[in-house]
C-alpha cells in the first residue's frame, strides 16, 4: 500500500524516539522510500547510524556544516509525507511559533508536502494549555495529529501523551494515501455487466454477470479522485454518484461506447462479461413456435477488449477479466498477451464464494511477466480495491 510513497520522517528530542526506530522498519516493509531528519536533541536519544542503516538513506540534522548547505526546499518537495514522530514540546512550540533555529523546522517551513505528527510527552505536559494551544494552532494550519494514547509514561506515571504505536502510524498513514485524491484529474474508463444480444423484439441471448465486480471498481477509482466513465450493460446494480454512466445493451453498443471514450483513457478496466456470439439475424417480428428443433445461428461479436489492446499506447494501461473453469492460468496469460493488455485478473467458477452474482470474489492478477498477485475470498468492493492498488502500483500511476 505504501510502494513507492516518499516518506520524510522527523525524529525530534523524546524519550519515545525508540519508536521512530520500529516504525522505519515497518514503513520500509510496506515499500516506502523513507529518509530522516533529525533535531539536533534527538541524537542524545537515537544514534543517527541507525536510521542511517534501516532507511537506507543518509540521516540530516543540520542546517549547514563548513562547507554544505542542506536544501530544505528540495527535500519539502520531495517528500509525499512529512511525518514528524514523535514530535516533542519544544518542537510544537516552534512550529506553532514559525521558528526556524534548526533543519527540521526549516523544511517544516518550507514543506508543500502534507504534515502529519505523532506527539509524544508526559501527561501534564501534555494537557497543559500552552501545548493544546500549539496543537490547535497547527491544526489549523492544515497538520494531521495522530492521537496520543493513555498508558505508561517515561515518567512512570500512568495517563495521556504516550506517542502512538508504529503499527498504529502505519494504518493512518494507509488510510491517508487511500483517502487522498491521487487519481485526481485522471480519466478512468471501465465497463460492467452483462450483454443482451437480441434475437426478436422480446427475446435475448444474455448472461448472468451482475455487474457488481466492475461497478465495484468504477466507485474505487471515482472515490480517489479518478474522472470515471463506466460503460453498462443491462444491470439492476444502483451505482454511486459522480460517475458518468453509460448504458448500454448490445456487445455492439459496447463496442462503439468504448471505442469512442478509449482515447484519452490512462486506464481502462474490461470487467463486462461481453457476449462472444450474437444472433446472425435479428427478426424484427416475434418469432412464432414451429419445428421441434430450432436452430438459431450466431456469429461473432467484435472482442472490444483486442481492439483496445491494437490502439493503446504506452502511456495507458489496459486490465481484462478471465472468467475460467480449466486450466485457468495458462487461459487467463494467454488472453493476456493476444490481447496485448497490461494487467489480467482471473477468477475461477471452480472457487466457492466467486464469479458472477456473487457478493463475494476470489482473484488471482497476473502481469505480462507471469507474476501472479493471489487475494483470498473477500466482498467485491474490497477485491475492488486490490485490484485498484495493484493497476496503481503497476507502472507506479
Ligand atoms: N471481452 C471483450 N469483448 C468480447 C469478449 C470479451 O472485450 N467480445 C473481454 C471481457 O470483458 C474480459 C476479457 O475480454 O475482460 C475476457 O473475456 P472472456 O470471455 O473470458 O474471454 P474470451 O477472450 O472471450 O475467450 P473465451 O470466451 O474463449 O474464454
Redesign the pocket.
Known amino acids: 500500500m505504501l510502494s513507492g510513497k516518499k516518506i520524510l520522517l522527523g525524529v525530534t528530542g523524546s524519550i519515545a524516539a525508540y519508536k521512530a526506530v520500529f516504525l522505519i522498519r515497518l514503513l520500509v516493509k510496506a515499500g516506502a522510500e523513507v529518509k530522516v531528519i533529525m533535531t539536533p536533541s534527538a541524537k542524545d536519544f537515537v544514534s543517527p547510524l541507525t536510521f542511517s542503516t534501516l532507511s537506507k538513506n543518509e540521516v540530516l540534522i543540520d542546517l549547514f556544516n563548513e562547507t554544505s548547505w542542506a536544501n530544505h526546499v528540495i527535500l519539502g518537495r520531495w517528500a509525499d509525507v512529512m511525518l514528524i514522530a514523535p514530535l516533542s514540546c519544544n518542537t510544537l512550540a516552534k512550529m506553532a511559533g514559525g521558528h526556524c533555529d534548526n533543519l527540521l523546522l526549516a523544511i517544516y517551513l518550507s514543506s508543500t508536502a502534507p504534515v502529519m505528527c505523532v506527539p509524544a510527552m508526559d501527561e501534564d505536559m501534555w494537557s497543559h494549555p500552552s501545548t493544546q494551544l500549539n496543537l490547535n494552532k497547527i491544526k489549523s494550519f492544515g497538520n494531521t495529529i495522530i492521537p496520543v494514547g493513555n498508558g505508561e509514561l517515561a515518567s512512570g506515571l500512568y495517563g495521556e501523551g504516550r506517542m502512538a504505536e508504529p503499527e498504529q502510524i502505519l494504518q493512518h498513514l494507509q488510510d491517508f494515501f487511500l483517502n487522498s485524491k491521487e487519481l485526481t484529474g485522471r480519466k478512468i474508463l471501465v465497463?460492467a455487466g452483462p450483454t443482451h444480444e437480441a434475437i426478436d423484439p422480446v427475446r435475448f441471448i444474455g448472461n448472468r454477470s451482475s455487474g457488481k465486480m466492475g461497478i465495484a471498481i468504477a466507485e474505487e477509482f471515482s472515490r480517489r479522485g479518478g474522472e470515471v466513465t463506466l460503460i453498462l450493460g443491462p444491470s439492476q446494480i444502483e451505482v454511486g454518484k459522480n460517475i458518468h454512466i453509460i448504458n448500454v445493451t448490445s456487445?455492439q453498443e459496447m463496442y462503439e461506447a468504448c471505442l469512442n471514450n478509449f482515447t484519452g483513457a490512462d486506464i481502462t478496466v474490461?470487467?463486462?462479461?461481453?457476449?462472444?456470439y450474437m444472433p446472425h439475424d435479428f427478426s424484427t417480428k416475434k418469432i412464432k413456435k414451429s419445428e421441434d428443433i430450432f436452430m438459431l445461428e450466431l456469429k461473432r461479436?467484435?472482442?472490444?477488449?483486442?481492439k483496445l489492446g491494437e490502439q493503446k499506447n504506452k502511456d495507458q494501461i489496459i486490465v481484462?477479466?478471465?472468467?475460467?473453469t480449466d486450466n485457468e492460468k495458462e487461459?487467463a496469460l494467454s488472453?493476456l498477451k493476444n490481447?496485448n493488455i497490461d494487467l489480467i485478473v482471473l477468477n475461477s467458477l471452480n472457487d466457492e464464494g466467486a464469479g458472477f452474482g456473487t457478493d463475494t470474489n476470489k482473484v488471482s492478477i497476473f502481469d505480462k511477466h507471469r507474476n501472479e498477485l493471489y487475494f483470498d475470498t473477500k466482498s467485491k468492493k474490497l477485491i475492488a480495491k486490490d485490484i485498484v492498488n495493484t493497476i496503481m502500483q503497476h507502472k507506479n500511476v
Request: aromatic share 4%; net charge neutral.
Open positions: 465497463t456487445a474490461m470487467a463486462a462479461a461481453v457476449a462472444d461479436t467484435n472482442d472490444i477488449l483486442k481484462g477479466f478471465a472468467l475460467e487461459n488472453k490481447k
